[in-house]
């Protein structure tokens, strides 16, 4: 399915963002006070180097039911010299106070194929769903894929990277673990693959303790943190997706981090 909007036609000319602070965007509603406007904002950059921001809108109705919560984008254009109109993506649903810490939502652009990404999760009647949102005008359209699906516990946080045509995304889910799912970039749904992140024997995960990045070659590396079950230690996981197992180090409880050995 597809979220129609005004981004795109992101012109190299023109004019950059300004040094200094800039309004962005405004709800327009004087019922709307922080948190709801702006609630989990997250940042990427165009192929301009200029701001693409995600954020969502809590109960937009203001009628006290979240379940109204939804996905924005707003863009930087050069063309008009300020931020765009926000294009709304979805409909969410409560994820932000549904008792999951953690941001649920990242965005991301490929370089090589001038693409932007969305990964954040939704709401539904029989639990909760990751999707994907691709769009390859600036932001002007976005086609959304279902890539997950999850009932055995809550989503915690989110992080994507997208390289050379291809996406990958982490999530922390509660009684699994950290999740890594890729696919390319437009690819269906069904297509994206899932793998649960190693957990070594005696140790279990902190859901919110991990983070994504792609290196020089676009190749994903993930950081995670494993709680030790019957001992004060905590293991910092180091995985290369490339490599079948992760490499680790070790952080006693009380020690520094200038102890740690790899």
């Known amino acids: 399915m597809a979220a129609l909007g005004a981004l795109g036609a992101h012109a190299q000319g023109g004019t950059a963002p300004p040094n200094g602070f800039v309004t962005m965007s405004a709800s327009g ?20 180097g200029d701001p693409v921001v995600a954020f969502l809108w809590q109960n937009p109705s203001g009628n006290g039911d979240y379940s109204d919560t939804t996905l924005y984008v707003s863009a930087w254009s050069r063309t008009k010299g300020s931020f765009l109109a926000p294009v709304k993506i979805e409909v ?25 990404g969305l990964a954040y999760r939704v709401v539904t009647a029989s639990g909760r769903e990751i999707h994907f949102a691709i769009s390859q005008d600036d932001g002007a359209t976005w086609n ?10 809550d989503v915690l946080g989110m992080d994507l990277g997208m390289a050379l045509g291809v996406a990958y995304a982490a999530y922390g889910e509660n009684n699994v673990g950290i999740v890594y799912l890729t696919a390319p970039e437009t690819a269906a749904g069904a297509s994206w693959k899932s793998t649960v992140a190693p957990i070594e024997a005696g140790y279990s995960t902190p859901e919110l303790g991990f983070g994504l990045a792609l290196d020089g070659n676009g190749t994903p590396v993930l950081a995670y943190a494993l709680d030790a079950d019957n001992s ?24 520094t981090a200038a102890s740690l050995t790899m």
């Open 29 to 48: 509603s004087t019922t709307d006070v922080h948190p709801n406007y702006g609630t989990d904002t997250r940042m990427t950059l165009d192929a301009n």
């Open 232 to 255: 004060a230690d905590v293991r910092l996981e180091f995985w290369r997706l490339d490599k079948p197992t992760p490499s680790a180090s070790h952080l006693p409880m009380g020690t």
């Open 92 to 116: 969410t649903g409560d994820i932000v106070g549904s008792g999951s810490p953690g941001v649920s939502l990242s965005i991301a652009h490929d370089t090589s194929s001038n693409r932007l």
């Open 144 to 153: 959304i894929e279902t890539v997950a699906t999850t009932s055995l516990g």
